[in-house]
């Protein structure tokens, strides 16, 4: 079996969207977690939920245009957890890279989607950019569990999220030269730990680096993760599924 557990299938992103995701189903993807990121685009992926049955949605407002989000935003998100498909919040998170002006703003709407998934008992999917201590501490208090995504910290960070009960989101960037801490990461923590994602369309993993991602490139990330664990691909494939199996309801 083989799950991606963070992409972005939408219209906003592939010209042909439904091709993209029929194509990564012929590519041999068994499950796919297509991931919101603020109310139109989680809409979206609810709805393009209902035509595949191995397709399911992870909805939440992230950090990206924090600013114009409102509260009757927060509240359309809350009423879409009940729609069978949604199997996590996400993605949310907390961004410093661009600016820590709108530090408090993030906050808030990050402390929002932990109270829906905490209200809805369901896993988030999280977004971490220099934000590592604050995330950590939400995450704590919040009690909540699931998935950091595109993982970029260090062995003890990655260590000290999954102690709360997170799995380490290990996608393209692995396969990358000079993603030296994050090989590092995948060598020191249990493959019980780890789950994969593409974020497609970005993030595109060697050969294909520069290219438009799928989720079809995740044979490359298997690939890469077998290597540095020396392991087999099909153990890969298998526990890494079985990782994100036991953390949502697929």
């Known amino acids: 079996m ?6 972005h299938l939408l219209s906003s992103e592939y010209d042909d969207v439904k091709k993209t995701i029929n194509d990564a189903f ?23 939920s209902k035509e595949y049955e191995n397709l399911y949605v992870a ?32 993605e949310i998170g907390l961004d410093y ?10 906050i808030y709407v990050f402390e929002e989607m932990l109270k829906i998934a905490k209200e809805s008992n369901l896993p988030v999917i999280v977004h971490n950019r220099d934000a590592t201590k604050d995330i950590y501490e939400l995450l704590k208090e ?19 999220f999954i102690k709360l009960g997170f799995l380490i989101g290990i996608g393209g960037v692995v396969t990358f030269k000079n993603a030296k801490h994050l090989k590092e990461v995948v060598q020191n923590i249990p493959m019980s730990c780890i789950s994969l994602e593409t974020d497609s369309p970005y ?11 799928n989720p079809a490139y995740l044979t490359y990330i298997v690939k890469k993760i077998a290597e540095l664990k020396g392991i ?4 890969v494939r298998k526990v ?11």
Do not use: M
Not at 27 to 48: F, M, Q, T
Not at 69 to 75: C, G, N
Not at 99 to 105: D, G, Q, S, V
Not at 240 to 250: A, E, H, P, Q, Y
């Open 142 to 160: 919040y009690n909540v569990k699931g998935i950091i995504h595109c993982f970029s910290g260090s062995v003890e960070t990655a260590k000290e």
């Open 59 to 90: 909805i939440g407002i992230g950090p990206e245009n924090i600013d114009s989000i409102t509260d009757e935003d927060i509240k359309s998100i809350k009423a879409l957890v009940n729609n069978k498909k949604v199997v996590a919040i996400g």
């Open 203 to 213: 993030l595109t993993p060697e050969p294909f680096r520069g290219k438009k991602n």
């Open 2 to 7: 083989l799950i991606d557990s963070h992409c």
């Open 97 to 106: 890279y661009w600016t820590k002006e709108n530090k408090e703003r993030q």
């Open 26 to 48: 012929k590519s041999g993807v068994d499950k796919i977690i297509v991931n919101g990121y603020d109310l139109k685009s989680s809409i979206e992926a609810v709805e393009l």
């Open 240 to 250: 890494t599924s079985c990782n994100v199996i036991s953390k949502f309801d697929l």
């Open 232 to 235: 087999n691909e099909e153990e």
